[in-house]
């Protein structure tokens, strides 16, 4: 049960980011200051878990009288080819950070995440292109099952489309786009290397690509002292340090398929905190949207489980 509260617990953190970053520019922050601080936050953070992991392996292997060796097949030195792998690799969080959060200037955060988490059929979209194959009849279900609910779950359907920012719309479908890519991207950059190390190099990738586009001058103008400095820890502690921890705890032992289901307790979440503390309308329709949503990103892991369970019952038992 643990391993389940986990991931749990890690998706909620994601639910968190878009009210925090709404409270950031109520007071009047900018989006390089919010995301950098955020940034530079889980890049500490990250490294300070890889080097604390490396440290109690190593001396849990040698109060038991392991070799040096194990220790070193776990912790095997990267080369800068798979360093800067993993650092590309992380590059797409730094845009959907940018283009989420600038969408939230824009439109509801209630919307914005529901935009957000269109990447479930373009991910879909972009496996089907690149493979050159045709979704089946599950994949096509569960995107006219996600298409009807997101219609109801952003509004679109009571208020029209013409009542929202076309702006902010166009920016949380580039941020949906920039996960996608991150999730097919993130699971192929050095699957050999321990998670711990791999999310550190990665959010280090992404905090040079933010220092390139948005130069920290909030480090040297005091103003990281400010407010800025809180909305910053929170953020990256929720963002870019908890789910990933957690994420590595639990994935491994419930599986991926499991671990995508409960992921999606991302939107309720953003939902729900968007309704409660930023007081953003949320009608009863637009909740009954949310849940369409959540049936939709679930229907194709639950189906794959049921598949998998009806092959491992129909095997013969030999005795």
């Not at 690149?130 to 099952?145: G, H, W």
């Not at 509004?155 to 996960?179: D, H, K, P, T, W």
């Not at 400095?229 to 990933?244: D, E, N, Q, S, T």
């Amino acid at each position: 049960m643990k391993y389940y509260l986990s991931v749990l617990a890690g998706a909620m953190s994601y639910g968190i980011l878009s009210t925090i970053v709404v409270l950031a520019y109520g007071e009047g922050y900018k989006l390089g200051e919010v995301v950098g601080t955020q940034l530079i936050t889980g890049f500490l953070l990250s490294w300070m878990l890889a080097l604390y992991t490396r440290f109690r392996t190593k001396r849990k292997s040698q109060a038991n009288g392991k070799t040096s060796g194990a220790v070193a097949q776990v912790f095997k030195r990267l080369t800068w080819k798979q360093r800067l792998l993993l650092m590309a690799a992380g590059t797409p969080t730094v845009i959907t950070g940018l283009v989420y959060y600038q969408s939230l200037r824009y439109i509801p955060a209630s919307l914005a995440i529901i935009l957000l988490f269109q990447f479930t059929w373009i991910s879909v979209l972009i496996q089907a292109i690149s493979k050159r194959q045709r979704p089946d009849k599950v994949t096509f279900l569960t995107l006219i099952i996600l298409f009807g609910g997101t219609l109801l779950a952003a509004g679109f359907l009571e208020q029209g489309l013409g009542e929202f920012n076309g702006l902010g719309i166009a920016l949380g479908l580039m941020a949906a786009v920039s996960y996608s890519l991150f999730v097919l991207f993130s699971g192929k950059a050095v699957p050999s290397a321990h998670p711990a190390f791999r999310s550190a190099w990665m959010v280090t990738g992404g905090l040079i690509l933010l220092c390139i586009l948005f130069p920290p001058t909030f480090l040297f103008n005091g103003l990281i002292w400010s407010q800025l400095l809180v909305f910053g820890l929170l953020l990256g502690f929720f963002g870019a340090f908890i789910p990933p921890v957690l994420f590595a705890i639990g994935v491994p032992h419930i599986g991926g398929d499991m671990a995508g289901i409960l992921g999606a307790v991302e939107l309720p979440i953003a939902v729900l905190l968007s309704s409660i503390v930023l007081h953003e309308h949320v009608s009863g329709l637009q909740w009954f949207g949310v849940i369409i949503v959540l049936i939709g990103v679930a229907l194709p892991e639950l189906y794959k489980l049921r598949m998998r369970r009806s092959r491992s019952r129909s095997k013969p038992i030999y005795s």
